[in-house]
């Protein structure tokens, strides 16, 4: 018994001993890499041989709000050390590997729309292949077309009536009510259906599928592994099915297809390729690829722009004023004519230039989106100035919102100011080539960038001509729900109540 303990012993010491070599073996080789670029005259923090930059991101991350996203980082490292504005690297190994930083536009674009195509970050496993990914982008890049999305406005209007109704009864109490609630529940229901025509009907009663992807979207606890996994399955589950039905009623003719981008696809696939019994495999694992991302990503990501765009109307209520005149002008001021106009003239939400201008500066300040790819041997990035990228062993990091904050790229980054979409080219504010990424751009940006883009501006519409948001405490991320209180401009009087709106929460 005591030779059988002995040898269990000397495996497991063998295994520490090799475990710990392997260890510094690659901590040398991560640390001395960095230290070889930094040699080289490229732009670093300061790096700890031990430690790397784990020190400088800790410090970071105790100055900004609990639960802020990974992209804030960036942008403090460079606000830290203003002579880092076009791109460094960052040490963050043991948690992964270093990471280059981009921050300007054009080596955003050598990124991700020049001649070379880098492959996504290898931990990122709800991505198609490159060529997998090629081709079901042509299957479904017709059905998130403009006209075709156009098409679909009156659904996206009857969701965003449910909204102004929620946000009326909430009003009429008086009490504080947590923003996020709504807006996630509006942003599933608008995504939902335009997607996979699914109509939850989550701002007015329970559904399985929403209640399943708001519960996803949870904070940051030792069970978060666990919830997000059920969750993961029933949504997997939940769409399966919905997808196995519409191909049954497709490919049986036994209803006509609707105009959810998930029905056309299916159509445009059995049309193109020999229909079988059930849904292929290959068909339904692309479909939920492209699915999910959308659901888990877009949608939460979508439902914290709409809280930032009220968060920045309530704080510049001379914005506010300016979207709601254009309304009243464009549209008049009877709510009933305006659904009306609206369901009617589709293009007429184009016609509302500065409104437009006002959701495209909030996306330029809250950008939630960035691009990560894999590096690799032979491939660098050039600055400006022509200096060189080296790309080998790290993650690249394209960050939009240090972009969108860099003075180095716009002119007044961090302010509000919707009439630099409005300018002429000569004018300093100017929106810069390339630098306007909320979205991303080239072959892989968002996908239903403008199902978003006539949500937000629907929504500014019905609900943004009379409706005040009013932050309860300090802060503006939505992490906590974004708590605040709503009211309600009489009819004929919404531009001067926007006018003499006041911020200031209690």
């Given at each position: 018994?005591?030779?059988?303990?002995?040898?269990?012993?000397?495996?497991?010491?063998?295994?520490?001993?090799?475990?710990?070599?392997?260890?510094?073996?690659?901590?040398?080789?991560?640390?001395?890499?960095?230290?070889?670029?930094?040699?080289?005259?490229?732009?670093?923090?300061?790096?700890?041989?031990?430690?790397?930059?784990?020190?400088?991101?800790?410090?970071?991350?105790?100055?900004?709000?609990?639960?802020?996203?990974?992209?804030?980082?960036?942008?403090?490292v460079r606000q830290k050390y203003p002579a880092l504005n076009s791109a460094f690297y960052l040490d963050i190994w043991l948690f992964g590997a270093p990471i280059l930083a981009v921050l300007r536009p054009e080596m955003i674009y050598q990124l991700n729309q020049g001649t070379q195509t880098l492959p996504k970050d290898g931990g990122l496993r709800a991505f198609l292949s490159l060529q997998e990914w090629k081709y079901w982008r042509t299957i479904f890049n017709p059905d998130f077309r403009t006209?075709?999305?156009?098409?679909?406005?009156?659904?996206?209007?009857?969701?965003?009536?449910?909204?102004?109704?929620?946000?009326?009864?909430?009003?009429?109490?008086?009490?504080?009510?947590?923003?996020?609630?709504?807006?996630?529940?509006?942003?599933?229901?608008?995504?939902?259906?335009?997607?996979?025509?699914?109509?939850?009907?989550?701002?007015?009663?329970?559904?399985?599928?929403?209640?399943?992807?708001?519960?996803?979207?949870?904070?940051?606890?030792?069970?978060?592994?666990?919830?997000?996994?059920?969750?993961?399955?029933?949504?997997?589950?939940?769409?399966?099915?919905?997808?196995?039905?519409?191909?049954?009623?497709?490919?049986?003719?036994?209803?006509?297809?609707?105009?959810?981008?998930?029905?056309?696809?299916?159509?445009?696939?059995?049309?193109?390729?020999?229909?079988?019994?059930?849904?292929?495999?290959?068909?339904?694992?692309?479909?939920?690829?492209?699915?999910?991302?959308?659901?888990?990503?877009?949608?939460?990501?979508?439902?914290?722009?709409?809280?930032?765009?009220?968060?920045?109307?309530?704080?510049?209520?001379?914005?506010?004023?300016?979207?709601?005149?254009?309304?009243?002008?464009?549209?008049?001021?009877?709510?009933?004519?305006?659904?009306?106009?609206?369901?009617?003239?589709?293009?007429?939400?184009?016609?509302?230039?500065?409104?437009?201008?006002?959701?495209?500066?909030?996306?330029?300040?809250?950008?939630?989106?960035?691009?990560?790819?894999?590096?690799?041997?032979?491939?660098?990035?050039?600055?400006?100035?022509?200096?060189?990228?080296?790309?080998?062993?790290?993650?690249?990091?394209?960050?939009?919102?240090?972009?969108?904050?860099?003075?180095?790229?716009?002119?007044?980054?961090?302010?509000?100011?919707?009439?630099?979409?409005?300018?002429?080219?000569?004018?300093?504010?100017?929106?810069?080539?390339?630098?306007?990424?909320?979205?991303?751009?080239?072959?892989?940006?968002?996908?239903?960038?403008?199902?978003?883009?006539?949500?937000?501006?629907?929504?500014?519409?019905?609900?943004?001509?009379?409706?005040?948001?009013?932050?309860?405490?300090?802060?503006?991320?939505?992490?906590?729900?974004?708590?605040?209180?709503?009211?309600?401009?009489?009819?004929?009087?919404?531009?001067?109540?926007?006018?003499?709106?006041?911020?200031?929460?209690?």
């Amino acid at each position: 018994m005591s030779q059988i303990f002995e040898i269990v012993w000397r495996v497991f010491l063998t295994a520490i001993f090799g475990g710990a070599c392997i260890f510094f073996l690659k901590l040398w080789e991560v640390r001395s890499h960095v230290r070889y670029l930094q040699r080289q005259g490229l732009p670093i923090p300061p790096h700890q041989w031990l430690l790397g930059h784990l020190p400088l991101g800790a410090k970071i991350v105790q100055g900004i709000a609990p639960y802020a996203h990974s992209i804030y980082i960036v942008d403090q490292v460079r606000q830290k050390y203003p002579a880092l504005n076009s791109a460094f690297y960052l040490d963050i190994w043991l948690f992964g590997a270093p990471i280059l930083a981009v921050l300007r536009p054009e080596m955003i674009y050598q990124l991700n729309q020049g001649t070379q195509t880098l492959p996504k970050d290898g931990g990122l496993r709800a991505f198609l292949s490159l060529q997998e990914w090629k081709y079901w982008r042509t299957i479904f890049n017709p059905d998130f077309r403009t006209t075709h999305i156009c098409s679909l406005v009156p659904e996206i209007v009857d969701k965003v009536l449910d909204f102004k109704s929620s946000i009326e009864k909430k009003a009429k109490t008086g009490k504080s009510f947590l923003l996020e609630d709504l807006t996630l529940s509006l942003t599933i229901d608008i995504g939902g259906g335009a997607v996979m025509n699914h109509k939850s009907q989550s701002q007015t009663q329970y559904n399985d599928m929403s209640s399943a992807l708001r519960h996803h979207i949870t904070r940051i606890n030792l069970l978060r592994p666990m919830i997000q996994a059920y969750n993961t399955w029933k949504m997997n589950r939940y769409s399966s099915l919905e997808l196995g039905e519409r191909y049954k009623s497709i490919l049986g003719k036994t209803q006509n297809p609707g105009k959810s981008i998930v029905d056309l696809a299916l159509k445009a696939y059995i049309t193109e390729n020999p229909a079988t019994e059930s849904i292929p495999k290959t068909l339904k694992d692309a479909a939920m690829a492209q699915i999910k991302p959308f659901l888990f990503e877009s949608l939460q990501k979508t439902s914290n722009f709409v809280v930032f765009t009220y968060h920045l109307l309530s704080e510049h209520p001379e914005v506010l004023s300016k979207v709601r005149s254009e309304h009243d002008a464009v549209l008049g001021t009877v709510p009933s004519e305006e659904e009306i106009l609206l369901r009617s003239k589709l293009q007429i939400l184009n016609e509302l230039s500065y409104t437009i201008a006002a959701i495209k500066e909030a996306l330029r300040i809250y950008s939630l989106v960035f691009v990560i790819r894999e590096g690799r041997s032979g491939f660098a990035l050039r600055s400006e100035y022509g200096q060189l990228f080296p790309t080998k062993t790290c993650i690249i990091w394209g960050d939009h919102y240090a972009t969108h904050h860099n003075p180095h790229v716009w002119s007044r980054p961090e302010e509000y100011l919707p009439e630099r979409w409005l300018c002429s080219e000569i004018d300093p504010l100017y929106p810069p080539k390339n630098a306007w990424r909320p979205f991303e751009q080239g072959p892989r940006n968002c996908i239903g960038q403008e199902l978003a883009r006539k949500g937000n501006v629907g929504n500014m519409k019905v609900n943004g001509q009379r409706a005040s948001m009013v932050r309860v405490g300090a802060g503006v991320r939505p992490t906590d729900g974004y708590p605040c209180r709503a009211s309600f401009a009489q009819q004929g009087n919404s531009a001067q109540e926007g006018a003499s709106h006041s911020n200031t929460g209690t």
